[in-house]
Each structure stands twice: as C-alpha cells, then as structure tokens.
C-alpha cells in the first residue's frame, strides 16, 4: 500500500501535470437501483457482476462475509485481491471507464450495503480514486471522500444500491491515463459490499447525506405544505 500512500514532495517529482482533488459527496439514492444495472462493478464481492466485455473488477471474496478492510480495484478480468492486497491492482484508463459508461466521463460509485438484520450498521472509512503511472505510483489523488459514516442497510439484502459517491470527473484527463480506485470500510456484518459506477446523472442523490438528507427533505416538503395552508387561512395568495 505504500505506493500509493506518497509524500507531497514525491508527487511534485513526477512529471505528468497536477489535478485538483475533488472532494466527494456521500448520498442516499432516491430511487432503487439494482446491480444489473449499476455496471461496472470495480470493487465486489459477487461473481456475477453484470460487466461489459473485458471489463475485469475485484471479486475480493467469493463465498461467506467479511467485516470490513482496505481493497483496491483491479482491471484485471477475473482479478480477486484480498484486504490491503496492492500487488496485482492493474489499473483502468480513462477511456476504458469512459466506454464502459457509454462515453460519460463524469460518474458516481453506487454502494450496495448488505448487513445482517437486527445488527449495527456498517461504517465506510474512505474512499479514493488515484491517478498512477506503470508502476502503480500515486501521480494524483483526483477524488476522495473521508468518514467515518455509518451506513444502514436501506435495501435489505444484495442487490440493489443504498448510496452514492458523487462528483467524479475525469474530462480533463488523457484517453490513456491509468486509474485505481481504493474503498476501505469495516463493521460487515453480512454478505460483502459492492461498489459500482453509474452515470453522474443517474440515479439523483437525495439533497444532504444518507439518512439525514431523507429527514431534511421530508421536513422541507412538511414546512412547504404548512406554509400554503397558512397562507391559504390568511386569504393570502
């Protein structure tokens, strides 16, 4: 992991130009969203991703569960790396995530959650995207979001998506820049996590984050109607 863990200083070295960290924003999803069609998967633990052609992904268990851990992406098509397993993280390019998604390049990470029933809801710690060279050294962090924040089980059961990373933007890159992306999470307590992308503009976040954005919003439509009817008792138009 320490390739891509590097030191301001070290970044500077390198030659490719610099890009701006985007700081992502977590959301509910508004409207379910099921894994056939939140495709690519990057980070699953699924065999049965609905992925296109040669578009490879971390299978990073296959049977039973796990309670959390750091796991990177993998182009590699059959690609299955452990907790904390770097070695073997072959990266995307910019345009093969742009065809994947039908020549979209801005996107969102759709989180299938699946916790066991009547237990705590699990945490996601970090999420990152790197921009690397050939030899899987950090160029750029392009985008990243920092918990810890819980994450309940909307969807009871694997898959449909509970939520969703946002702002992901790679137009101002080259075709052929290499790409890994790292989840880490803990607190599982059923079935692994799976992690997909999906167009920017499909599935719509729910304005806020998880849970409290749902609260806010369902209070704003309550102020809303509250304030017709008193307006209306009024006489006011």
């Not at 990152?128 to 050294?137: G, M, Q, S």
């Not at 167009?199 to 984050?209: S, W, Y």
Request: glycine content about 12%; hydrophobic content about 45%; overall charge negative.
């Amino acid at each position: 992991m320490k390739k891509l863990l590097l030191t301001a200083a070290m970044l500077g070295a390198l030659s490719a130009p610099a890009y701006a960290d985007v700081l992502l924003q977590f959301d509910a999803l508004q409207t379910l969203v099921s894994q056939s069609k939140s495709n690519p998967c990057i980070i699953c633990a699924t065999q049965s991703a609905s992925q296109p052609d040669l578009f490879g992904f971390n299978n990073f268990i296959n049977t039973g569960s796990t309670d959390g851990g750091t796991f990177f992406s993998t182009a590699q098509v059959g690609g299955s790396l452990g907790d904390g397993v770097e070695a073997g993280a072959i990266p995307y390019t910019v345009g093969q995530i742009g065809a994947a998604l039908l020549d979209n390049f801005t996107f969102g990470v759709a989180i299938d959650v699946n916790s066991a029933e009547g237990k705590p809801p699990m945490t996601l710690d970090s999420f990152r995207l790197f921009r690397v060279d050939a030899n899987l050294t950090t160029i750029d962090v392009l985008a990243h979001y920092d918990g810890p924040t819980l994450m309940p089980d909307l969807q009871q059961g694997n898959g449909f998506a509970d939520y969703i990373l946002t702002g992901f933007d790679l137009s101002g890159l080259q075709l052929g820049d290499r790409l890994i992306f790292r989840a880490t999470f803990s607190g599982g307590t059923d079935g692994g996590e799976s992690f997909y992308l999906v167009a920017q503009q499909v599935p719509a976040p729910i304005v806020g984050a998880g849970i409290p954005g749902i609260l806010a919003g369902c209070m704003a439509l309550w102020g809303l109607a509250r304030n017709r009817k008193r307006k209306k008792e009024l006489g006011v138009a």
